[in-house]
T-cell receptor, first 114, second 111 residues
Framework: DGGITQSPKYLFRKEGQNVTLSCEQN?????MYWYRQDPGQGLRLIYY???????QKGDIAEGYSVSREKKESFPLTVTSAQKNPTAFYLC?????????????FGAGSRLTVL | DQQVKQNSPSLSVQEGRISILNCDYT??????FLWYKKYPAEGPTFLIS?????DKNEDGRFTVFLNKSAKHLSLHIVPSQPGDSAVYFC??????????FGAGTRLTVKP
């Protein structure tokens, strides 16, 4: 079955540590996204990538980094510069680079900073 | 800057009645609008969409209305069922594939 796999599902981090969240898709989608969900704030865009080796900052990119070395993979690193990293992180993808596209989401990763 | 706004954080309706969820947007470049449904600890799933060239799209019990002049869209669910209880997100995208979401509205359908 095609879909998006996010791992780990739960992650605990000590302050000052970098962590990387994995996102893999086998849908052959061109565009991939990372969103962060906080209570009462909906989904906020962190980064998105329309093609391999290219990505753009979203609304809250500070303290995060991404790479897109392969079409199917879009890992997100939460760095120690991110002041409030505890949140639910969602990865998504969509085919094509323009027009009417529906995002397919992974199941999410919950990061908790201890 | 919140480009997509859902001003009602929650909505409660009786089973069998109509649920109306509202969404406003500020970016006139948005040309495609979607509604997603989300259960706790899961990713959102696509529900229904509408292109900016239309003002209504219907799929079974779900209808989305778009008023471009007011930069407003709404989702109607008729009749509402307890299984519809979830958080509903409004989303909008522009030609560059940049998709933005509202804060969500938690719908509770009471039996």
């Amino acid at each position: 079955d095609g879909g998006i796999t996010q791992s780990p599902k739960y992650l605990f981090r000590k302050e000052g540590q970098n962590v990387t969240l994995s996102c893999e898709q086998n849908l052959n989608h061109d565009a991939m996204y990372w969103y962060r969900q906080d209570p009462g704030q909906g989904l906020r865009l962190i980064y998105y990538s329309q093609i391999v080796n290219d990505f753009q900052k979203g609304d809250i990119a500070e303290g995060y980094s991404v790479s897109r070395e392969k079409k199917e993979s879009f890992p997100l690193t939460v760095t120690s510069a991110q002041k409030n990293p505890t949140a639910f992180y969602l990865c998504a993808s969509t085919e094509g680079v323009a027009g009417a596209n529906v995002l397919t989401f992974g199941a999410g990763s919950r990061l908790t900073v201890l | 800057d919140q480009q997509v706004k859902q001003n009602s954080p929650s909505l409660s309706v009786q089973e069998g009645r109509i649920s109306i969820l509202n969404c406003d947007y500020t970016n006139s470049m948005f040309d495609y609008f979607l509604w997603y449904k989300k259960y706790p600890a899961e990713g959102p799933t696509f529900l229904i969409s509408i292109s900016s060239i239309k003002d209504k799209n219907e799929d079974g019990r779900f209808t989305v209305f778009l008023n471009k002049s007011a930069k407003h869209l709404s989702l109607h669910i008729v009749p509402s069922q307890p299984g519809d209880s979830a958080v509903y997100f409004c989303a909008a995208s522009a030609f560059n594939n940049d998709m933005r979401f509202g804060a969500g509205t938690r719908l509770t359908v009471k039996p």
